[in-house]
């Protein structure tokens, strides 16, 4: 499976931006996936995650209320909508597909990532 993100971009705090991630072939529907992201001179971390039905969604409290994460299976899609965006969300943000049906925030739960797409809120 590889994995496209995109969608990121330079806004302005309080901005909204959406990301898709596109798998390149049709990933297992038992398969859950997530949205993580890494800034400069920091660790990569769980954003949001959304298991394999998309009934389910985890998100870091940085981003709870904010963010939403949604997926279609049948185009092979997952999405990340953001909102009120702030300098702090600043980062490149990679897409992964889970090892299991079931949402994990650990890095070790996801075998497939996507390249990253750069997100850049200013002040």
């Known amino acids: 499976v590889q994995l496209q993100a995109s969608g990121g971009g330079l806004v302005q705090a309080g901005g909204s931006l959406r990301l898709s991630c596109e798998a390149s072939?049709?990933?297992?529907?038992?398969?859950?996936m997530g949205w993580f992201r890494q800034a400069p001179g920091k660790e990569r971390e769980f954003v949001a995650g959304?298991?394999?039905?998309?009934?389910?969604?985890a998100y870091a409290d940085s981003v709870k209320g904010r963010f939403t994460i949604s997926r279609d299976s049948a185009k092979n899609r997952m999405y990340l909508q953001m909102n009120s965006l702030e300098p702090e969300d600043t980062a490149v943000y990679y897409c992964?597909?889970?090892?299991?049906?079931?949402?994990?925030?650990?890095?070790?739960?996801?075998?497939?990532w996507g390249q990253g797409t750069l997100v850049t809120v200013s002040s």
């Open positions: 959304i298991d394999w039905r998309g009934g389910s969604t």
């Open positions: 992964a597909v889970a090892r299991s049906s079931s949402i994990t925030r650990s890095l070790s739960g996801y075998n497939y």
């Open positions: 072939r049709r990933t297992s529907t038992n398969n859950a």
